[in-house]
C-alpha cells in the first residue's frame, strides 16, 4: 500500500488567501484524522472522521477552518481566511480499528508544512 | 490532569546504552497503547502497540504497560545514532481517537 498521501507538501500563501489541504488515506480505513502540530502546542487533534462522517471537530480552531470527506478515499482541510498563526504541519492519518479487523493504529501521512505570510 | 504525560526532559544516552522512556495517562478504560518515533521534518512513525499488561518485544524495543499505575513505558536497548528522535506515546480513548503526549526528545552519543 502507498500509505496516507498528502498533497501538497508545502504552501506557502499570503495572509487573507484560501489554502486547502489534501488526503487520501490508506485504503480499507474507517477513520481518518486531522492533525497540526507546532513546537508550542504539540500534535493537536482537529477533526476526525468515521465513514467519510465528521465525528468530532472540536478542535477545529476556528470557522476559518472547515474539513470535507466526501468519499472513503479524499478528504480536504481548508482555511479561509489564512493568517500567519496558522503557520504549522498538517498531518493527515487513517486508521483501522480493532473490532474491525485492525490494530487502533493511525498511520500518518508525510504531512502538509503551511506558511502564512 | 492530561491525558497523556511525557514529563521527562531531551534524554541522551551513549551509543550501545538503554535508553528508557515513561509515560503516564489517565483515562483508566484506555485500551490499547503506542509508541511512535518522530525524525525532525517527518512524520511520526509506530514503533510498537500493546494491549496486555506486560512486556513486549520487538527486536530492540520492548514497551511494557501496567494498567493498575496507567503506566505505559519504552525501552531502547543498544541505542543506536540512528534511534535519535523523539518518541511520543499515545493512548486510544474510548472513541476510537488517539490523545497524545509531547514526546520526549532522545538524542545517542557516538
Known amino acids: 500500500d502507498a500509505g496516507v498521501i498528502q498533497s501538497p507538501r508545502h504552501e506557502v500563501t499570503e495572509m487573507g488567501q484560501e489554502v486547502t489541504l489534501r488526503c487520501k488515506p490508506i485504503s480499507g480505513h474507517d477513520y481518518l484524522f486531522w492533525y497540526r502540530q507546532t513546537m508550542m502546542r504539540g500534535l493537536e487533534l482537529l477533526i476526525y472522521?468515521?465513514?467519510?462522517?465528521?465525528?468530532?471537530d472540536s478542535g477545529m480552531p476556528e470557522d476559518r477552518f472547515s474539513a470535507k470527506m466526501p468519499n472513503a478515499s479524499f478528504s480536504t482541510l481548508k482555511i479561509q481566511p489564512s493568517e500567519p498563526r496558522d503557520s504549522a504541519v498538517y498531518f493527515c492519518a487513517s486508521s483501522l480499528p480493532r473490532d474491525g479487523g485492525g490494530t487502533d493504529t493511525q498511520y500518518f501521512g508525510p504531512g502538509t508544512r503551511l506558511t502564512v505570510l | 490532569q492530561k491525558e497523556v504525560e511525557q514529563n521527562s526532559g531531551p534524554l541522551s544516552v551513549p551509543e550501545g546504552a538503554i535508553a528508557s522512556l515513561n509515560c503516564t495517562y489517565s483515562?483508566?478504560?484506555?485500551?490499547?497503547f503506542f509508541w511512535y518515533r518522530q525524525y525532525s521534518g517527518k512524520s511520526p512513525e509506530l514503533i510498537m502497540f500493546?494491549?496486555?499488561?506486560g512486556d513486549k518485544e520487538d527486536g530492540r524495543f520492548t514497551a511494557q504497560l501496567n494498567k493498575a499505575s496507567q503506566y505505559v513505558s519504552l525501552l531502547i536497548r543498544d541505542s543506536q545514532p540512528s534511534d535519535s528522535a523523539t518518541y511520543l506515546c499515545?493512548?486510544?480513548?474510548?472513541?476510537?481517537?488517539?490523545?497524545f503526549g509531547k514526546g520526549n526528545q532522545v538524542v545517542v552519543i557516538p
Open positions: 499515545a493512548v486510544k480513548r474510548g472513541n476510537n481517537r488517539l490523545a
Open positions: 483515562d483508566r478504560g484506555s485500551q490499547s
Open positions: 472522521f468515521n465513514n467519510n462522517v465528521p465525528i468530532d
Open positions: 500493546i494491549y496486555s499488561n
